[in-house]
């Protein structure tokens, strides 16, 4: 961090850890977060060129990209300031752009909970028995609309290992009365079998051009197993956890590593390797809708959405 001095790199700094040690988390909240985070260091600069400005948010975008490397939302959410920043004529209306871009980047993403339980409630039907992996937001808007709207719903959540998201995910269900039963995660294939699961809804870290889906550990396998038993998996997933990166069909999804001690510390397994990959990508053909703010779109039709949702914004970082 060369020229960011301490004043504008502190703040910065934190919301960087905050985002790492996951106490900001949920693909959609870390990109807001970070787009806040951009307009803060605008209005914390007292310097007087635009010039200066600029590549102090191009160095503070770098920073930030960084905490976590698999949603591309916290990119997406970086790029879409820089752009704004790069219109800006001066340090005061930089200043005010940025305010303004980002506080309709955070309303976007209150907006898009507001909108996609809207257009999901069309795939449900009264007394689905749903299952979903992880913590998501948008997923468990859904979810809720649904249960709210159609008689009979349940929903099992499972507890996904190993940062336990599941213990968030289903609480908040029950808070807004949804029917929803913990499990573990390797009781998936047992209670699709046996409780009738007729739904599959998670949410998304980044959905690729080509249709794939690169979601919390497990997705994968839960959505193979519900390709083996026939049932709908359905991805929520607002406008800005779509990959323009990927338009590029040699670009690779990072998938995040986190520390092995969110499995087992080593005394409790000596002499171990442990491996803590965080994401998986699931195949595009085992998605059937990835349902946003505007639409529900096939996995074939990813490609032209991304081209079309993105074509304004260059990739700064
Ligand atoms: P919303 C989470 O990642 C999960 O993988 C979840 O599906 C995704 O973010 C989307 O979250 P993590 O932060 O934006 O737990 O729907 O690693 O809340």
């Known amino acids: 961090m060369s020229s960011l001095d301490a004043r504008l790199a502190g703040p910065l700094r934190r919301v960087h850890d905050d985002i790492r040690s996951m106490k900001t988390r949920g693909a959609g909240a870390i990109g807001k977060e ?36 698999t949603a591309v939302t916290l ?20 200043r005010k752009r940025l305010r303004t871009a980002a506080d309709a980047y955070a309303r976007a993403y209150d907006e898009a909970r507001h909108d996609i339980p809207r257009q999901a409630v069309s795939h449900f039907r009264p007394n689905d028995v749903i299952l979903t992996h992880c913590h998501s937001t948008a997923a468990g808007a859904a979810i809720a609309y649904a249960a709210s709207h159609l008689p009979g719903i349940r929903v099992f959540s499972t507890e996904t290992r ?62 193979l197993l519900a390709h083996e038993f026939d049932v709908p998996f359905l991805v929520c997933a607002e406008r800005d956890k779509f990959s323009p990166y990927t338009l590029d069909k040699k670009y690779k999804v990072p998938i995040e590593e986190r520390p092995t001690s969110e499995i087992a ?53």
Not at 193 to 210: C, K
């Open 162 to 223: 190993p940062f336990r998201q599941g213990l968030i995910q289903a609480p908040a269900l029950a808070k807004q009365g949804v029917d929803v039963t913990l499990i573990v995660d390797s009781a998936v294939a047992h209670v699709m079998e046996n409780e009738g699961v007729t739904r599959v809804v998670v949410g998304a870290d980044t959905v690729a051009a080509d249709g794939s889906l690169y979601n919390k550990i497990g997705t994968r396998q839960v959505a």
């Open 34 to 69: 970070a787009a806040l985070a951009l307009a803060r260091v605008a209005d914390d600069y007292d310097g007087a060129t635009v010039t200066e400005l600029r590549s102090l948010l191009l160095e503070a975008a770098k920073l930030l990209a960084d905490a976590r490397p």
């Open 265 to 317: 510390s080593e005394a409790e397994v000596p002499g171990v390797k442990i491996f803590n990959p965080v994401f998986d990508r699931t195949p595009a053909d085992h998605v059937k809708y990835f349902v946003t703010e505007k639409a529900s779109i096939e996995p074939h039709d990813v490609r032209a959405f991304v081209k079309s949702e993105f074509e304004n914004i260059p990739l700064r970082i």
């Open 75 to 94: 990119r997406n959410g970086l790029n879409r300031m820089l752009d704004e920043a790069s219109r800006g004529d001066a340090v005061d209306d930089t």
